[in-house]
């Protein structure tokens, strides 16, 4: 089974910050990865397919980068309204979530 | 528009099994694969498996291959899960979604909790 690992757990983080993410795949998985984010009492909602594409809809700030082993998601220009927990997901053999990422304000 | 339409809050006792339904509307349903995904309070999410609603294949989490079954209505556009043995380990919020042709999960539906519970 690929283990999908994300750090840091949660982050604490003001309007207007740059915030980086990560995912680490415990074997090499392409670019089968995406992101997903969950706000309190939603379900999950995507953001970012195949490790670097937006979905439609997603907002420029946010960009997914990686390949192989090492994934990153970045929001460039943090808005009040991006308070969630963000999962990566592997699709290269079945599926994995990583166990998230909640970011909250300082 | 694409809508998946989950079944109401469930309280059911252990030992027992319970099943879940997601409707779909808005698109082919028998042209995309249903997933679903099981959320424990407050935790991570949990990939359970698939259905291929076309020709009813499944493939499952090894974790889940003995607690779930997955099935199909195609003539309500209906997929199902049912859960059996259930145990307070199976009170959880699960969640199906749609996948986009071998990639992403563009629709969820709401999600429903099961509360196992004497």
């Known amino acids: 089974n690929t283990v999908m690992t994300q750090s840091p757990t949660s982050m604490f983080i003001s309007v207007g910050d740059r915030v980086t993410m990560n995912c680490k795949a415990s074997?090499?998985?392409?670019?089968?990865v995406d992101w997903y984010q969950q706000k309190t009492g939603q379900s999950p909602k995507l953001l970012i397919y195949g490790a670097s594409n937006r979905y439609t809809g997603v907002p420029d700030r946010f960009t997914g980068s990686g390949s192989g082993t090492d994934f990153t998601l970045t929001i460039s220009n943090m808005q009040a309204e991006d308070l969630a927990v963000y999962y990566c997901?592997?699709?290269?053999?079945?599926?994995?979530f990583g166990a998230g990422t909640k970011l909250e304000l300082k | 528009q694409v809508n998946l339409l989950q079944s109401g809050a469930a309280l059911v006792k252990p030992g027992a099994s319970v099943k879940l339904s997601c409707k779909a509307s808005g698109y082919t349903f028998t042209d995309y694969y249903i997933h679903w995904v099981k959320q424990s309070h407050g935790k991570s999410l949990e990939w359970i498996g698939y259905i291929n609603p076309n020709s009813g294949y499944t493939n499952y989490n090894e974790k889940f291959k003995s607690k779930a079954t997955l099935t199909v209505d195609k003539s309500t556009n209906t997929a199902y899960m049912e859960l059996s043995r259930l145990t307070s380990e199976d009170s959880a919020t699960y969640y199906c979604?749609?996948?986009?042709?071998?990639?992403?999960?563009?629709?969820w539906g709401q999600g429903v909790m099961v509360t196992v519970s004497s």
């Open positions: 074997q090499n998985v392409g670019t089968n």
């Open positions: 979604t749609r996948e986009y042709y071998g990639g992403y999960f563009d629709y």
């Open positions: 997901l592997q699709y290269n053999y079945k599926n994995t």
